[in-house]
């Protein structure tokens, strides 16, 4: 029993064309009408799967398939619909469509699982908009907080506005979560987003855990000034003060294998041309698999922002935005992909997510497993982004029968 490869591409390159960039790639950002657009378009889709569509209080799109026993515990699966500014057309797509096109051939070839299954494509994963990710998957877990869903987007709006403003009133984001125990697994499909499944030639792989994303914002102030009428002795430039702080950001990251730092932000005030910068902010993305790495980096990081500032005379705020500790994905689960793999006559292979996911968020609710499908040359959160219709379908028939494995009252996670 496969997949139907053309069924599930049809339905990506259709969702690749919400939010298509003039200037390439696709812009989906949270409570935006083209976030919601790609939601109605896959709430169709689900239909025509058969299961039971809803949203919940924070958003989550879910396709419900009830099982021959829809009171046991649910099988969660999914990804997310919203992008990163300029991304690819199955970060996060392909989760949410390979699995509906899953219980969409399961349903077709009559074969019906005991545990109720459902599909989510969760609100927010990337955090794009408000530098704040997963709040869907937060939701659902109960771990989100009114104070979180403060976190503003570039033009002040924050979550809560933004999800009045869709037509979700944010004082009720608590009942999007699940009680202890109403859930018996999460397992994800997500491509790659790095080389290594293409580097062994491999289609799928089988995620052993995810590294933890921490967030932080760094603001250095110094003093504007003429850029001509200024000896360079007398500055407190706080852009080449924070060019020091980058540069051993980096030192810092090459230090250990896993660890990785990125700042993908940076803004200079007051920004002229003939003006020394006063103020600059940056974000630093910094994560390993070992948080206790990646909290010894923050550290040196930290001190060593603060010891460039002492030298230039500039002053140093660092906040946190988030902080994911890393998450191991259940051994049973594991397993389970593995044999999926064999069945299909397909080799396994475990790898490691750099990237973060929401079954991070999921840790405590439920076991927790991912499916990788390979990316071509490992790009990702990009217009390049790729991978092949054929890879696409080999790890939907893996997920699919993880799904089936897993929603059997006869197997305990
Ligand atoms: O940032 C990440 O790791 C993921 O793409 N949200
Ligand atoms: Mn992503
Ligand atoms: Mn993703």
Not at 337 to 345: H, K, S, T, V
Request: proline share 5%.
């Amino acid at each position: 029993m496969h997949v139907q490869k053309q069924r599930l591409w049809e339905r990506l390159m259709a969702l690749a064309d919400i939010g298509r960039q003039p200037e390439g790639g696709v812009t989906r950002l949270a409570f935006t009408p083209e976030w919601r657009r790609a939601k109605e378009v896959v709430a169709g889709f689900m239909r025509e799967a058969g299961l039971e569509v809803r949203e919940d209080a924070v958003g989550n799109l879910i396709g419900r398939w009830p099982g021959r026993r829809p009171e046991l515990p649910v099988v969660l699966t999914g990804s997310h619909l919203d992008s990163v500014f300029h991304g690819g057309n199955f970060d996060g797509p392909l989760g949410v469509l390979a699995a509906v096109e899953a219980l969409q051939t399961l349903r077709e070839h009559g074969v019906e699982t005991d545990h109720p299954v459902e599909v989510v494509s969760f609100t927010d994963e990337e955090g794009a908009r408000f530098r704040f990710g997963m709040t869907g998957s937060r939701g659902v877990a109960g771990t989100l907080t009114a104070e979180e869903l403060e976190h503003k987007d570039a033009n002040g709006v924050s979550i809560a506005e933004a999800m009045r403003a869709y037509g979700l009133p944010p004082e009720r984001f608590a009942e999007a979560a699940r009680a202890k125990g109403s859930v018996k697994a999460y397992v994800e499909l997500h491509i790659e987003q790095g080389r290594v499944l293409e580097q062994a030639g491999l289609a799928v792989g089988v995620v052993t855990g995810m590294a933890g994303p921490l967030w932080l914002t760094f603001t250095i102030e110094g003093e504007a000034g003429h850029a001509g009428a200024t000896p360079m002795g007398l500055r407190h430039d706080a852009l080449v003060g924070a060019a020091a702080v980058i540069q051993a950001i980096e030192t810092e990251c090459r230090r250990h294998p896993h660890t990785v730092g990125t700042v993908g932000q940076l803004q200079v005030h007051p920004g002229g041309v003939n003006i020394i910068p006063g103020r600059v902010t940056f974000t630093l993305d910094l994560r390993d698999v070992d948080e206790a790495e990646r909290d010894r980096a923050e550290a040196a990081i930290v001190d060593a922002a603060r010891a460039v500032c002492e030298e230039r005379g500039l002053r140093l705020t660092v906040e946190t935005l988030q902080r994911i500790p890393p998450v191991p994905c259940a051994e049973a689960i594991q397993e389970i992909i593995e044999d999926a793999l064999g069945q299909l006559g397909l080799p396994a292979m475990r790898l490691v997510s750099g990237a973060g996911h929401d079954g991070m968020q999921l840790r405590d609710l439920c076991p927790v497993g991912m499916i990788f499908a390979r990316s071509k040359d490992g790009i990702s959160h990009d217009p390049a982004e790729y991978t092949s219709p054929e890879d696409c379908a080999a790890a939907a028939d893996v997920l699919m029968h993880t799904l089936v494995r897993l929603a059997s009252a006869s197997v305990v996670v």
